[in-house]
T-cell receptor, first 111, second 113 residues
Framework: GIQVEQSPPDLILQEGANSTLRCNFSDSVNNLQWFHQNPWGQLINLFYIPSGTKQNGRLSATTVATERYSLLYISSSQTTDSGVYFC?????????????FGKGTKLSVIP | DVKVTQSSRYLVKRTGEKVFLECVQDMDHENMFWYRQDPGLGLRLIYF???????EKGDIPEGYSVSREKKERFSLILESASTNQTSMYLC???FGQGPYEQYFGPGTRLTVT
């Protein structure tokens, strides 16, 4: 199956700093999503981005499908950005719609 | 807005009990999924369903079964709960046949004692 690696595993930032989270995957995909898991366990959809670039406020994401990686940028970080960020990928061409998740990046933003 | 709800946020059961976890989505999605999340292991797919009464095993189906009698509802059943099934269970849904965005419920934290 597809392997997904996220880096770094842990990240501590001062409030106001910028960061880049990376997701590498081992095979071609036609589905890629970024999630933020809040302290209560809920997975919040950030981006659906199998290719290209998207922006939503202070967050943006870029996926280069041909090189098998995606990046999540967080600018001017806030304490509410703390939590775990997951990248998940899938390939429906294999006949399955499931997502394979990376292990996540745990972000802590300190005041 | 897509809404996926799960029957309980926290659940405590005893070893050997039969446990039902229910998930309901309100967007008429064809696909529904059950994942479990464990520290160090991430999220892993247990079962998914692409239509009413249809189901497919995921990566870790052992010890679980599922039921989908109505399009909006997908149930995960632990026939005889064991302590190694203590985990966070997350339900998700997505539209149609293809690489569509998945939406998750709030999760159920199950403890089996």
């Amino acid at each position: 199956g597809i392997q997904v690696e996220q880096s770094p595993p842990d990240l501590i930032l001062q409030e106001g700093a910028n960061s880049t989270l990376r997701c590498n995957f081992s095979d071609s995909v036609n589905n890629l999503q970024w999630f933020h898991q809040n302290p209560w366990g809920q997975l919040i959809n950030l981006f659906y981005i199998p290719s290209g670039t998207k922006q939503n406020g202070r967050l943006s994401a870029t996926t280069v499908a041909t090189e098998r990686y995606s990046l999540l940028y967080i600018s001017s970080s806030q304490t509410t950005d703390s939590g775990v960020y997951f990248c998940a990928v899938g390939n429906s061409g294999a006949g399955s719609y499931q997502l394979t998740f990376g292990k996540g990046t745990k972000l802590s933003v300190i005041p | 807005d897509v809404k996926v709800t799960q029957s309980s946020r926290y659940l405590v059961k005893r070893t050997g009990e039969k446990v039902f976890l229910e998930c309901v989505q309100d967007m008429d999605h064809e696909n529904m999924f059950w994942y479990r999340q464990d520290p160090g292991l991430g999220l892993r797919l247990i079962y998914f369903s692409y239509d009413v009464k249809m189901k497919e095993k995921g990566d870790i189906p052992e010890g679980y079964s599922v039921s989908r009698e109505k399009k909006e509802r997908f149930s995960l059943i632990l026939e005889s709960a064991s302590t190694n099934q203590t985990s966070m269970y997350l339900c998700a849904s997505s539209f149609g046949q293809g690489p569509y965005e998945q939406y998750f419920g709030p999760g159920t934290r199950l403890t089996v004692t």
